[in-house]
């Protein structure tokens, strides 16, 4: 019976191990092309890529996943390639799931992760012409935007 | 001394209940602004409890639990916004360089542009123009007047009408992206079957 758990438990964390894997070679394969660029920074911020901490400054270009960190008194503005205005204030962390602009071949998504602090966020070319494919993720809530300016606070955990 | 430690104590406690007190106050907000292309905007929160929409600037949505649904919207001052979110939007790019929105509107149930909108495709020229654009994207609605099969027929034919209007203005044919929504993306939300002249429309995004 306890061999038995521990071969589940085993056979579980194989699993965990190669899902991450996968993600992690899919991921890889996606990065390459620029989604976004850094056009506004104040105090202290930072992009997070592969692990890796980078110190963000005007021009930096932003890859899917990466995650988009401020500390006291920083705030950080990017520009995405479908014209969406994001910006962070002090002590926020944001991740960027997906970005997907794509006309020619019909393609579009947006989907980030909000995990604490404040953000301000002016929908850009795919709310007009795919209104149901934005969509910003909290821990408390998954908020759908239709074309439009709206700020939100975050707690966290 | 023993009565000094009772009164440290209830100061203690005092400062430990309202600390928690200010915790609870400082909830996940969402607010939303005044739409930059005048365009009324919708956004819709939703909880593990529930979802509510925001269709008001100016209006603030919270989340109290997350199990919950979002408490419904209620207006937020605009000291309180510029004081929990002044960094944040002092940090928002500029938008004046973005694209540029130009709606074309059409008789019922055709693909005849109305005497404004003529003048309108003008305009639309001239912005292609200025801003040598090679990224235009025509946008076919109707109002919700009919079937749904049918509106999509006719928002294609209304996008594909102002597509080659563009062509046999000079646009390239590979700067331009047509799609269509038929009934399905109304600018002013009615009723099914409300004739909306407002919702006859293309929509032409020049950046």
């Known amino acids: 019976m306890n061999g038995n758990g521990l071969m589940r438990l085993f056979l579980f964390l194989l699993m965990i191990l190669f899902s991450f894997s996968i993600t992690g070679e899919a991921t890889f394969a996606d990065t390459s092309p620029t989604i976004a660029t850094v056009q506004k920074v104040s105090g202290m911020a930072t992009v997070v890529r592969q692990g890796r901490t980078i110190s963000a400054q005007i021009g930096l270009e932003l890859y899917q996943n990466d995650t988009l960190r401020t500390g006291p008194g920083g705030s950080i503005g990017v520009v995405f390639n479908d014209d969406t205005l994001l910006s962070l204030g002090p002590e926020s962390m944001l991740v960027i799931d997906e970005f997907v602009f794509a006309p020619r071949q019909g393609k579009f998504s947006i989907a980030i992760r909000m995990l604490k602090g404040t953000v301000a966020y002016v929908s850009g070319l795919i709310s007009k012409l795919a209104p149901e494919s934005a969509h910003i993720e909290t821990p408390t809530a998954s908020i759908g935007i239709r074309g439009t300016k709206f700020v939100a606070r975050v707690e966290g955990d | 001394m023993r009565q000094w430690r009772k009164v440290l104590f209830i100061w203690i406690l005092f400062f430990l209940l309202s600390g928690c007190g200010a915790h609870r106050v400082k909830r996940d907000l969402i607010v939303l602004l005044p739409d930059p292309d005048g365009k009324g905007g919708v956004i819709t929160v939703t909880t593990q409890g529930g979802s509510e929409t925001l ?153």
Do not use: C, M, W
């Open chain 2, 55 to 207: 269709d008001k600037s100016g209006y603030a949505i919270e989340i109290k639990d997350p199990n919950q649904p979002p408490i419904a919207p209620q207006p937020i001052e605009e000291k309180e916004i510029t004081g929990i979110f002044g960094p944040a939007l002092s940090t928002l790019p500029d938008p004046a360089s973005r694209f540029v929105l130009i709606i074309l509107h059409f008789e019922r149930d055709t693909t005849k542009l109305t005497h404004e909108s003529k003048g309108s495709l003008a305009e639309i020229l001239r912005t292609i123009k200025s801003r040598r654009s090679n990224e235009i994207y025509v946008v076919g609605h109707t109002d919700l007047v009919g079937k749904e099969a049918y509106n999509a027929g006719l928002s294609s034919r209304r996008a594909n009408h102002v597509r080659n209007l563009l062509v046999s203005n000079g646009i390239k044919p590979n700067t331009l992206f047509v799609s269509f929504y038929g009934k399905a993306r109304p600018l002013v939300p009615t009723q099914d079957e409300v004739p909306e002249p407002r919702n006859r429309r293309v929509e032409v995004i020049v950046r």
